[in-house]
C-alpha cells in the first residue's frame, strides 16, 4: 500500500493507494468504520461511458481527512470488494454523481436505482447556492472551482490541476491522459484520491448556504438528476446509417471553413477574440449594429 499525506485548509488528509490484495484488508477496515457516511468518486477511460473501450480505472472512498483508492482495473476482489462497499455504505456524498453512478452500474453491475436514494451531489447544492456559472460572473460549478472558493485555494490549483501536468508529462491530450496515465503515477493518485476528501469537505460548507427559500428544491433537484441519468442510460433512437452520412458531410463544410478562415489569419474559428484580427489585416472592417438581431 502507498500512502500519501498532503495538507487540506490546513488539516493533514493521507490517501491510502491499494496495491495488493492483502492491502484489502485496511480498506475493509476503513468501510466497517464509516457505514453511515463517505464521499465517493470514480477515474475512468474517459467521458465515453456506454463505448466499448470504456473502463473504470480506481473507485475513491473518503471521509474530510482519509481516503481509499482502489485499482478496480486490475478485477477480482478489488471489484468485489468496491461492489460491497457500494452496496453496504448507507450514503455517499459526490461531485456530479449522474457520471459516476452511470460509470458503477456500467463497468461494476452496481444498479442506479439502488444508489440513488443513498447520494448527495455537492453540485446539485452549489447550483443552489449560486446558479451562475464563471462566465456570468459567478463562483462556477466544477470541483476546482468550489475547491478554490470553500475549501482551499492551494489544493484548486495545485492538486485538482494535476492532470496538466501529467498531460505535458505524457505528451498526450486531455482525452487520451486518462487512459494513458499509468495507476502508480504518484500525481495521479493524489489527484483521484483528493476527490472524495473534498467532496466530503464541500458538502459540509455548501449545505448551510443553501437560502431557506431553495431548500425544499434539494429532493427534488436530486430527483430531477436521477431521472435524466435513467435518460441517459436509454439513449436515444437513431437512424446510424444516415448520422454517419450527415457527420461526414458536416466534417468536410468545417474544414473547408477552417481553411478559408486560415486566408484571414483566424486558425480557431471557436475563438472570436483570436479571429477578430484577421479580416483587419487583409483590410476589412467592421461595422457595430444597433439592432438586438
Known amino acids: ?10 488539516e493533514q488528509v493521507s490517501i491510502n493507494v491499494v496495491e495488493h490484495e492483502e492491502d484489502l484488508e485496511g480498506f475493509r477496515d476503513f468501510i466497517r468504520g464509516n457505514l453511515r457516511f463517505l464521499g465517493l468518486d470514480s477515474e475512468t477511460t474517459g467521458l465515453d461511458t456506454y463505448s466499448d473501450s470504456f473502463r473504470c ?20 476482489r478489488f471489484v468485489e470488494d468496491v461492489r460491497l462497499a457500494l452496496r453496504g455504505v448507507e450514503g455517499f ?13 456500467q463497468t461494476l453491475g452496481v444498479p442506479m436505482e439502488d444508489m440513488w436514494p443513498k447520494v448527495h451531489d455537492t453540485k446539485i447544492y452549489a447550483h443552489l447556492v449560486d446558479p451562475l456559472g464563471q462566465k456570468d460572473g459567478g463562483i462556477g460549478h466544477s470541483l476546482e472551482a468550489l475547491t478554490r472558493r470553500h475549501v482551499d485555494e492551494y489544493v484548486a490549483d495545485n492538486v485538482k490541476g494535476l ?8 505528451k498526450t491530450t486531455n482525452a487520451n491522459i486518462w487512459k494513458k496515465v499509468p495507476l502508480s503515477d504518484p500525481n495521479y493518485q493524489l489527484y483521484s484520491g483528493m476527490d472524495p476528501i473534498l467532496a466530503a469537505r464541500l458538502l459540509r ?3 448551510p448556504l443553501v437560502p431557506s427559500v431553495t431548500h425544499s428544491l434539494v429532493a427534488y433537484e436530486h430527483k430531477l438528476a436521477e431521472i ?26 468545417e474544414s473547408q471553413q477552417n481553411e478559408l478562415a486560415l486566408t484571414f489569419g483566424c486558425d480557431n474559428l471557436n475563438a472570436p477574440v483570436g479571429c477578430s484580427g484577421g479580416p483587419r489585416a487583409v483590410g476589412l ?7 438586438v438581431w
Request: aromatic share 8%.
Open 1 to 10: 500500500m502507498i500512502e500519501h499525506k498532503h495538507s487540506v485548509d490546513g
Open 57 to 76: 480505472r480506481l473507485v475513491q472512498f473518503g471521509t474530510p481527512t482519509e481516503a481509499w483508492v482502489v485499482p478496480v482495473e486490475h478485477g477480482g
Open 93 to 105: 456524498v459526490l461531485h456530479n454523481a449522474s457520471y459516476d453512478l452511470q460509470v458503477f452500474e
Open 163 to 170: 492532470m496538466k501536468v501529467l498531460r505535458e508529462e505524457h
Open 205 to 207: 460548507k455548501l449545505i
Open 228 to 253: 435524466c441519468s435513467y435518460m441517459d442510460r436509454t439513449g436515444l433512437l437513431l437512424d446510424v446509417d444516415y448520422s454517419t452520412e450527415l457527420a461526414g458531410k458536416l466534417r468536410y463544410e
Open 285 to 291: 472592417q467592421g461595422q457595430r449594429s444597433n439592432s
